[in-house]
């Protein structure tokens, strides 16, 4: 029996499995950028256009330098170069991100549609193996997570690859020639599948194993040959990718913290369990996560863990049906040997006849037989029908009568019968097939060969489960079979019918629902807390924080502390959380924890040098910023951010040192920043800070250089036209060039407050104070909660006798900061001048309770003839 279904109903097939696919992912085109796509498109310079399209194939997944401690060392150039056309044709746009992740997805389960067509009975086969691919829920991470690219397109090569390889064997064994044409295709999609990603490279074992079950020890000489190059090819292609140059990736205990444990036993139970996990998860995928780092999947410590049980049954079954099905396949060698046989002798005995025609001269046309009508051939018959025998139109009388070819039929199961003239695997040829489908492309994450960056993760599974789909896929269309099928009755069919209908359509849902999932960081980390509680939780803090959520933030940073107390990023997180809301004795706590957990953590050395400032601890703060100076970024998975973040705490000690009137320090330290400064900085924060500083030293024309130098590097840079217009206002010649820089900055940034505080400073120095009062007051309304520009309003508007104005001010001075004497004491002024001497008295005395003896307050006070006495 043939397996094969006719091309129109194997295509409608196709067809639907794929429109399945594409309305089960349509929930996902909304979705934005989650998790590992920020780093892999939003911060990766390679998508950005800021790196030479050239430097792609220097640098990993991530950006980095292929060569750089700190690269993952995954190298997947092609799945970037789609990432960067995506944002060349939509900028940051993910609708257009997760569209072509969707279309890869229908493409790969037309693909298994069509694969299954090769391998599986018909009709059931194809439809259950590709309903089911379309269907399953494992699949959500690689086509709802856009960096799922990768595993994307590398199955649809990956699967292209197969269906290549198999037209050449095909070829092949009708000795056509293109059969050349389909093996270097098969190796160059091999090629490409492993530059979408690593695991891919197995394509070609699965093609070899396909060729040696397709006849099993069967030698021959072309199909040798055939593997023999497929040897050389995956031997070539595995040594041009170690050819390129790399360190060895060293992953976090937290990322798979198995494979740092000290224990052998340890890791060689828990490593051989996972495959079994993975396998459960495609059996019965009903609890998935985005991360299953940590302790999310517990370690098999001894050899009486109950998990053990399932690895024994798992690897027994998995011997058991192997050795099962490649005794079936050795059987059937002398069938094999007698149907090559017959195979040779009928293309003999073809090409011999043919031979013969060719001899042949019809008498009338005086052609070839083999040649078709000529002119006067037409014209001598009237255009008659050709004859079926010949191609001329003469009388078939006039030729020779050649002997008919005689039919040679395969009494080989599976081969015969079918038009293409292909043995079609057998059913324990599908099964091996299948095994190797599912199990090949699973081994190099499988932490066996060496150690990756996680324990488990679903993405991987999107390759291998083509070869579940198909075991399934053949397991239904066996039942299904009406004359050789163990389900002879009808309604047992119909049983088997509803129970796959069940399955696709729970695992549809499933499918749907967990695409919201993915829909957002909130959602997905949400989904994740009863898998990897304290990686859920941490990140999920750190989105809430970031959407000023700050109460639920604070509960879900300390409660993923409470499972896990050593996560560095998760104190970090938390010290930024007290920072944002003033509260820099928990936030200097929090950036010291994480500094204790990770050393090497820059953004905490900048970030508890910046509270310690605000606590009035300087000369802490300045040691420091200067120790975080000094880190050493080798082996670091994000090397230019750490990078970025030890050059910011340069310019966080120079401010310090500027604030502290010390300017030439200021300026060495702006210098240093300058000379290390990464490639990935801005540069104009570094020109515009020197600019400034240069300018307070008076040193005019330097000062001119570096601010020029910043603004041509970004002429919309809004500090640097205040800091320009600043530096010219004290040169009385430009004070008209300075008020263009003041207002050029109003323009770019109408909303920033500090930039009106600065046009105001100027406008008071050319004495319009109305003007200037007017900006202060702008400034105060803009930035409500900043003191200083609050008194600076009030102050301005009592000079100008705007008394009840200023009297507004003055109180919301007193609110941002009752426990400042001079807020109470510059109220009571006010109110003294409304004559409001009641009240006045009340806000003097409120001051001195803060500060007893004032010299100020107690003048006040006596000019409202009211003495104190202390």
Avoid at 473 to 486: A, I, T, W, Y
Avoid at 552 to 577: C, F, S, T
Avoid at 738 to 753: G, S, T, Y
Avoid at 834 to 863: H, M
Wanted: charged share 20%; aromatic share 10%.
């Amino acid at each position: 029996m043939a397996f094969h279904a006719s091309s129109s109903r194997m295509d409608y097939i196709g067809l639907g499995c794929c429109a399945l696919a594409f309305v089960l992912y349509l929930n996902t085109l909304d979705a934005g950028f989650v998790y590992d796509d920020r780093r892999a498109i939003l911060g990766n310079p390679d998508v950005l256009g800021t790196t030479p399209w050239l430097k792609l194939i220097h640098n990993d997944f991530w950006g980095t330098d292929l060569r750089d401690t700190g690269s993952h060392g995954s190298y997947r150039p092609l799945c970037v170069i789609s990432f960067k056309i995506n944002h060349l044709l939509g900028g940051f746009r993910p609708v257009g991100y997760h569209l072509v992740n969707v279309l890869l997805h229908c493409l790969a389960t037309g693909l298994v549609v069509k694969v299954a067509r090769q391998l599986l009975p018909p009709f059931w086969g194809p439809a259950v193996a590709g309903a089911l691919f379309a269907t399953h829920p494992i699949h959500t991470e690689a086509v709802a997570g856009i960096v799922g690219r990768a595993d994307l397109a590398a199955c649809n090569f990956y699967l292209l690859t197969f269906l290549a390889y198999s037209k050449h064997v095909t070829w092949r064994e009708k000795c056509d020639q293109k059969h050349w044409v389909a093996l270097g295709g098969a190796v160059l999609l091999a090629a490409m599948a492993m530059l979408f990603k690593e695991t891919a490279i197995t394509a070609l074992l699965v093609c070899a194993i396909y060729d040696v079950i397709r006849a099993f020890s069967y030698q021959d000489k072309h199909r040798i040959r055939s593997l023999s190059i497929l040897g050389i090819a995956f031997a070539t292609i595995v040594q041009l990718r170690l050819s390129i140059p790399g360190p060895i990736t060293e992953f976090s205990t937290a990322d798979n913290p198995v494979a740092k444990s000290t224990s052998i036993w340890t890791r060689f139970l828990t490593f051989t369990y996972l495959p079994v996990f993975n396998f459960k998860l495609l059996l019965y995928p009903s609890t998935l996560s985005f991360d299953w780092g940590m302790d999310a999947l517990p370690r098999l410590t001894t050899i009486f863990d109950a998990r053990n049980i399932f690895s024994f049954v798992f690897y027994a079954s998995l011997t058991k049906i192997v050795y099962t099905n490649v005794n079936k396949l050795r059987a059937r060698l002398p069938q094999l040997l007698l149907s090559a046989i017959q195979r040779r002798t009928a293309r003999a005995i073809k090409k011999r006849i043919q031979s013969q025609l060719s001899e042949c001269v019809c008498i009338i046309c005086k052609q070839g037989l083999s040649l078709r009508h000529s002119s006067s051939c037409r014209a001598i018959n009237n255009n008659n029908v050709p004859s079926p025998s010949v191609q001329c139109g003469c009388p078939p009388v006039r030729h020779p009568s050649p002997s008919p070819t005689p039919s040679v039929k395969s009494n080989v199961p599976g081969g015969g019968g079918g038009s293409n003239d292909t043995i079609t695997p057998p059913t324990s040829a599908a099964i091996l097939l299948s095994i190797a489908l599912l199990a090949l492309p699973f081994l190099p994450a499988a932490n066996l060969f060496f150690y990756v960056g996680f324990v488990v993760a679903e993405r991987i599974l999107y390759l291998p489960s083509v070869g579940y789909c198909l075991l399934v896929g053949l397991g239904v269309g066996k039942l299904m079979d009406p004359r050789r099928g163990p389900l002879r009755s009808q309604s047992k069919r119909y049983a088997v019918m509803a129970c796959v209908s069940v399955m696709l359509i729970s695992f549809s849902v499933k499918t749907i629902y967990r695409n919201y999932d993915w829909r957002d960081e909130e959602s997905l980390y949400r989904s994740a807390i009863g898998v990897n509680p304290p990686k859920a939780l941490g990140n999920l803090g750190s989105v809430l924080s970031s959407q000023g959520r700050y109460i639920e933030a604070k509960e879900a940073l300390q409660l993923a502390l409470k499972y896990r107390p050593n996560m560095a990023d998760v104190h970090y997180n938390l010290g930024i959380l007290f920072q944002n809301h003033h509260d820099y004795k928990g936030a200097v706590e929090c950036f010291q924890k994480a500094i204790h957990f990770r050393p090497s953590l820059a953004l905490a050395y900048l970030n508890l040098g910046t509270s310690l400032i605000s606590l009035g601890r300087c000369q802490e703060a300045a040691s420091v910023l200067r120790e975080g100076s000094k880190l050493d970024g080798t082996g670091l998975r994000d090397r230019a951010a750490h990078n970025n973040a030890r050059v910011s705490t340069l310019l966080q000690l120079g401010g310090l040192y500027a604030e502290q009137g010390k300017l030439q320090r200021a300026l060495a330290v702006y210098r240093e920043a300058l000379h290390n400064i990464p490639e990935s900085f801005p540069p104009q924060t570094i020109y515009h800070r020197l600019g400034d500083t240069l300018s307070k030293l008076n040193q005019w024309s330097e000062a001119e250089r570096f601010h020029q130098a910043a603004l041509e590097v970004q002429p919309d840079h809004v500090a640097t036209h205040v800091s320009y217009g600043t530096m010219l206002a004290r040169n009385t010649s430009r004070t008209s060039e300075a008020e263009q820089w003041f207002k050029r900055a109003l323009k770019l940034a109408p909303m920033d407050a500090s930039v009106r505080h600065h046009y105001a400073e100027f406008l008071s120095s050319a004495s319009r104070h109305l003007e200037a009062c007017e900006q202060r007051v702008r400034a105060a309304e803009l930035s409500p909660n900043d003191y200083s520009l609050v008194v600076s309003a009030a102050t301005a508007l009592r000079l100008l006798e705007q008394k009840q104005e200023a009297e507004k001010w003055y109180r919301l001075a007193v609110k941002l900061r009752p426990d400042d004497a001079r807020a109470h004491t510059n109220l009571g002024a006010i109110l003294h001048l409304l004559g409001r001497t009641a009240q006045a008295a009340a806000s003097y005395r409120d001051a001195l309770k803060i500060q007893p003896g004032d010299p100020t307050t107690l003048a006040n006070l006596a000019k409202l003839g009211v003495v104190e006495v202390a």
